[in-house]
């Protein structure tokens, strides 16, 4: 039976396809166990990117689809769930998933217009079948922890006494003090230390990880149902930090004649999570502490307390990383509940209406408290609570029109055409309070506090009309052409420009079925398709075509006003981003299908960019948000799959993606003026600049640092032998903004995954390698635990620091920081490569089969076990290279004490009764 491809409001036979479009199967999705369904997705699909960039449990993925096509606009895909447009991915239990189609070109995309600029993933779930009631479990427990390997390199006690002599020795005749006298609890009276605490040993463990999954279905050929069950609970390889998940979803089918069916399906997710890394990055949390505690400071001091960073002189001041684990709580729950109920009717031969109306309305909480004690964090405010509170509601109606007929047998036609409306509302609420006699309450009672702060909340909705239609047209099974177009409109946008067309078309020849290539059968297939066509975004902060009030606080005469202002500055012309995208490809079958080759070339330009355009401060605003600029991506996307051994107890498949684009920005405002990025850190870490690609690095050029012999030449920049040396690129003798330069890219040249799937017989043996290529990270750990020595401990490399005796070195020479001082700037030391090689999935299994499982009632049961993370071959000194600290666009690789990746280990079942 050929296989069925879901496209957007529909679905059709995969040889009638003119779009780019990738399945992936449930099988393909259950081989790897995670959490998060966006993990299983890794490495399926060329050109569709997913970086799990943390290794928190619970943690987000970022995807991307052909590269980035927006700079204030999102670039995340569009999830499309059972038909619900926008639904939380994520929320699903892995289990329950049947199928996911990628659409990556404008002919599959812009049947969604305004929201398939990036991309559309259809996702499938399983539903009820008529036939017996059929019990499906699948469940795993498992352990994670890192890899010892990955342990980053960090001073011991010794070596970090070391690093202080000479520190104190930087200043000629400077003695360094007595420890043994001044901190006894810490050192011995010859001045040696007493510990040598491993901060990563203590605040990482193996973490327990356990998944189950339980379904139950079936039905008659009038009503169809299933009921599924899901809990994760997994905790984090940092004490304290974990993630559960519950899900629910259920199913009905009812056919009330030949011309009426109902379908309907809820779907429901709890979850809990403890967030350690929870803060403002660069804050002293606990995965930065993880690198920066002493080595001398005990876990315990003597009293019971913890040892702290404060107890040494000159340092920084911060708590351990096991007392911030220990004390702070940050949790967040959030609830969702995902429906959808709709009717098809058959109103004559190949002619049906199908109605939807469905909703996704999420409740999120955030519970923060920091104690009474914990320093630098909530001490000098004597306890902190916080607590924030949002509910979002989303609803769409869509109705559509779908005609098939197959005319004089060689005809083929599929015409759909319909119509939508979605909305969604948001509010928000939060509130904090300071300064509290005990830690008893926590968040749980903000009176309790004697400092309450100043309440916020918010609220916002926009909404959306569509009309689309799409006709698929098949000639004698070799000639297709597919024409789609869209309207849409949208609140988002300028009374001038609320709605935009979006039209596409794609034609495809099966040249395999001419004639003159039927005499072979060394081609088995042979598939030309090219697309071009239109598709939108207006995923931008709500309400930017309209002037706003905003709230201001004064104080006269020592009392406060409070007043509202214009806060923004109207835009009537505000317009969507447009994305056009050209795609080229062939599918190529070889011996009855035993290899199949796609492969794929495409160009995509987005002009009118949604920008923040800066304004003269003598407006009395910064930026306003206009459509200025272009950029472009092309690349190309190869997809492999061979059937090598195909016999009845041997199979083994093999199956390799690779893809590969480039991003180049082509206009930026009207005079094409660089635009510098967050996240900011020391200073601007992005820039966006004409001709080059987003996510680019800005910094200086570190050259070294300046020898005994360069005094002289030194003192011009105010410099001596030791300091850092930079690189003076406009020759001004002086080293400021001007010297910056693109240091590097944080997106890849190349991304790759390998698998291959072998049985014989009972047993089944698959794995995943993925690699990546061309990708830069910039390291900002390097400007605390390596620049800024003596204030917190530092990596090794601070052992080929500056001395008279090692002056060919990157590395400033040793000094103390609180007295001294040190220079930081964003810099290409800080750029390592991203590049790897990572054993993603590993798992080995056996299928039991015999009589004895049908007197345990048992239809199939199958053990496994499985790793993941199993290996990593990178020139990457950090935790892991696929990473990422900030939620901003363009921060891919941008790192600043991420939470640490563990290898895990599981075992499990998959039963069917």
Not at 88 to 98: G, P, Q, R, V, Y
Not at 404 to 420: K, P
Not at 543 to 556: E, M, N, W
Not at 899 to 907: A, E, V
């Amino acid at each position: 039976m050929e296989e069925i491809v879901v496209i957007g409001y529909g679905s059709i036979r995969k040889s009638d396809l003119t779009g780019s479009v990738a399945n992936v199967s449930s099988e393909k999705i259950l081989e790897k166990t995670s959490t998060n369904p966006l993990g299983a997705l890794q490495g399926k699909v060329a050109g569709f990117t997913v970086n799990n960039n943390t290794g928190i449990p619970g943690g987000s993925f970022k995807v991307n689809i052909r590269g980035y096509n927006s700079i204030n606009a999102t670039n995340n895909p569009l999830f499309v769930v059972d038909g619900v447009i926008g639904a939380d991915f994520s929320m699903l239990n892995t289990a329950d998933i049947e199928s996911v189609d990628v659409l990556k070109d404008a002919s599959s995309t812009a049947i969604y217009g305004a929201r398939g600029a990036n991309g559309v993933i259809l996702v499938t779930t399983k539903r009820g079948k008529s036939g017996a009631a059929r019990v499906i479990y699948n469940g795993s427990v498992g352990i994670g922890y890192l890899p010892p390997e990955r342990k980053i390199k960090l001073l011991n006690s010794a070596q970090y006494m070391e690093m202080e002599r000479q520190a104190w020795a930087w200043k000629e005749g400077r003695a360094m003090p007595d420890y043994g006298q001044l901190e006894p609890d810490l050192f011995n009276p010859d001045g040696t230390p007493k510990y040598d605490t491993d901060w990563q040993d203590e605040a990482l463990q193996t973490a327990l990880a356990t998944n189950h999954a339980l379904s139950v279905s079936g039905g008659t050929d009038k009503l169809a149902s299933s009921l599924s069950l899901g809990y994760d609970d997994n905790d984090g390889i940092m004490l304290e930090s974990y993630y559960k998940k519950y899900t629910a979803k259920l199913t009905n089918s009812i056919t009330v004649n030949k011309w009426f069916k109902v379908d309907m399906s809820l779907a429901i997710l709890h979850s809990l999570k403890n967030n350690v890394q929870e803060g403002t990055v660069g804050g002293l949390n606990a995965t930065r502490m993880l690198i920066e505690a002493l080595p001398i400071i005990p876990l315990y001091n003597a009293d019971g307390t913890y040892g702290s960073n404060a107890q040494h002189l000159g340092t920084e001041g911060a708590e351990s990383p096991v007392k911030l684990l220990k004390s702070l709580t940050i949790e967040t729950t959030e609830t969702k509940g995902l429906g959808d109920f709709n009717i098809t009717l058959t109103l004559a031969k190949g002619l049906e209406l199908k109605s939807s109306l469905s909703s996704q309305i999420s409740w999120y909480k955030y519970n923060h408290y920091s104690g009474r004690d914990v320093r630098l964090r909530s001490k000098d405010q004597q306890g902190r609570a916080d607590i924030q509170a949002n509910r979002n509601i989303y609803l769409q109606n869509e109705n559509y029109l779908t005609y098939n007929r197959i005319f004089d047998e060689v005809h083929s036609l599929n015409a759909m055409a319909g119509a939508s409306w979605n909305q969604n509302n948001y509010e928000s609420v939060s509130a904090a309070s300071y300064s509290f006699a005990d830690d008893f309450f926590q968040w749980n009672n903000l009176g309790a506090g004697s400092n309450p702060r100043p309440s916020s909340s918010d609220w916002d909705e926009w909404r959306m009309n569509s009309y689309f239609g799409r006709v698929n047209y098949v000639y004698n099974n070799r000639y297709l052409a597919t024409v789609t177009a869209r309207v849409d409109g949208s609140s988002r946008f300028g009374v001038n420009h609320k709605y935009a067309f979006f039209p596409s078309g794609a034609l495809a020849w099966r040249m395999s079925e001419e004639e003159f290539m039927k005499s072979q059968s060394f081609i088995s297939n042979l598939k030309l398709r090219t697309s071009y066509g239109f598709t939108g975004n207006d995923a931008i902060p709500n309400f930017q075509a309209l002037s706003s009030t905003s709230s201001y606080t004064a104080v006269f005469d020592g009392t406060r006003y409070n007043g509202i202002g214009l806060g923004r500055i109207p835009n009537a012309d505000l317009r969507w981003e447009k994305t056009g995208q050209f795609d080229v490809g062939v599918d190529v079958g070889i011996i009855h299908n035993r290899l199949n080759v796609s492969l794929d070339w495409y160009y995509k330009k987005t002009v009118d960019l949604l920008l923040n355009a800066p304004l003269a401060a003598t407006s009395g605003y910064t930026s306003a948000m206009k459509n200025i600029g272009n950029l472009e991506n092309k690349g190309i996307e190869l997809t492999v799959n061979a059937g090598i051994v195909q016999t009845r107890d041997l199979t083994w498949d093999v199956n390799l993606v690779l893809s590969s684009n480039r991003n180049k920005i082509l206009k930026l405002g009207e005079n094409d003026e660089d635009i510098y990025m967050g996240p900011y850190f020391l200073d601007a870490t992005n820039i966006l600049r004409v001709g080059e690609a987003v996510n680019s690095y800005v910094g200086y050029v570190r050259l070294g640092t300046w020898g005994t012999a360069e005094e002289a030449e030194a003192a011009r920049y105010g410099k001596k032998p030791g300091d850092l040396k930079w690189a003076d690129l406009n020759n001004d003798s002086k080293i400021d903004s001007n010297d910056r330069r693109i240091i590097g890219n944080g997106l890849p040249k190349l991304d790759g995954n390998l698998n291959s799937s072998l049985r014989y017989k009972n047993f089944d043996l698959a794995f995943d390698i993925a690699f990546r290529q061309g990708n830069d990270i910039m390291r900002l750990d390097y400007s605390t635990a390596e620049d800024r020595q003596t204030l917190s401990n530092s990596f090794t490399t601070v052992l080929d620091a500056w001395r008279p005796d090692n002056q060919n070195t990157m590395i400033a020479g040793v000094r103390v920081e609180s007295q001294d001082g040190s220079e930081l700037k964003l810099n290409d030391h800080y750029i390592e490569d991203g590049s790897f090689i990572r054993g993603s999935n590993l798992v080995l299994g056996y299928t039991f089969s015999g009589s004895w499982l049908k007197k345990l009632t048992l239809e199939k049961l199958r053990l496994y076990v499985n790793a993941q993370n199993f290996f990593l071959i990178t020139q990457y000194g950090g935790y892991d290279p696929e990473t990422t600290t900030y939620g901003d666009t363009f921060a891919q690789g941008v790192e600043f004490f991420n939470y640490p990746k563990p290898r895990t280990f599981n075992i499990g079942a998959n039963i069917v009764f």
